[in-house]
């Protein structure tokens, strides 16, 4: 169990929260959230890029010269590899990415990472609530009242995240906002800072943690 103080939006302790999750065991759990890194990478490709081999490039039914007797290397088509605008050999075709992971060892994971960086998490309670109209100057001085490096990486996880937050989050180039129900491994390793709202704290502890 890991104990965490709630603060408010001027960056003043406004409680205690905890978080309880079970975690894999210290010997496997680099290899397990390595592996999950891997398959939401792999799943994130569109896996569409595609050449032609020499049997589909358009034209080079006909032989471009004889045989014999020119001085130059023999040649059956124009569109050999060996030819520019030629067919591609062993180019990329369409084909997927995806990795097998079973629920258990990405839910596993996902609590593994989170766990793995409880000392970088802050806990805010009614995040942005005071933002009238979206402002990303409050952001930014918000999140260095609550102890954020300006140039630090920051994911944002809320419950559920008002239009005026998401509108005064999107021009910070280095401030992801997420909400609870899109938590990955990924954006839990990649942040330098973990800002939980307290319900999106509530709402991990509650989906999580029956496991």
């Known amino acids: 169990m890991a104990n965490c103080v709630v603060r408010d939006w001027q960056g003043k302790e406004a ?3 905890s978080l309880d999750l079970k975690v894999a065991k210290e010997s496997s759990a680099v290899d397990l959230m390595h592996r ?3 398959r939401q990478q792999a799943h994130s490709r569109q896996g569409t890029a595609s050449t032609l081999t020499r049997a589909e490039v358009r034209g080079g039914g006909r032989k471009p010269y004889k045989q014999k007797g020119t001085g130059r290397a023999r040649q059956g088509s ?3 590899p060996l030819r520019p605008g030629g067919g591609i050999v062993f180019g990329p075709k369409p084909r997927t990415y995806n990795l097998a992971m079973n ?3 990405r839910r596993l994971a996902l609590r593994t990472a989170l ?4 000392d970088d998490v802050i806990v805010v309670k009614d995040f942005g609530a005071s933002l009238e109209a979206p402002k990303t100057r409050e952001i930014v001085d918000g999140l260095g009242r609550l102890g954020v490096a300006a140039d ?3 994911l944002i996880v809320l419950t559920a995240p008002s239009e005026v937050v998401r509108r005064s989050v999107r021009n910070l180039e280095k401030v ?3 909400t609870a129900d899109q938590l990955n491994v990924f954006d839990l390793l990649h942040a330098n800072a973990l800002v939980l709202g307290e319900e999106a704290l509530a709402t991990i502890q509650e989906v999580y943690g029956d496991d």
């Open 36 to 38: 999950a890194v891997l």
């Open 176 to 178: 992801k906002l997420i």
């Open 78 to 80: 124009i569109r050999t």
């Open 152 to 154: 630090a990486k920051v």
């Open 15 to 17: 409680g205690k929260a």
């Open 115 to 118: 766990m793995a960086r409880i």
């Open 103 to 105: 629920r258990k060892e």
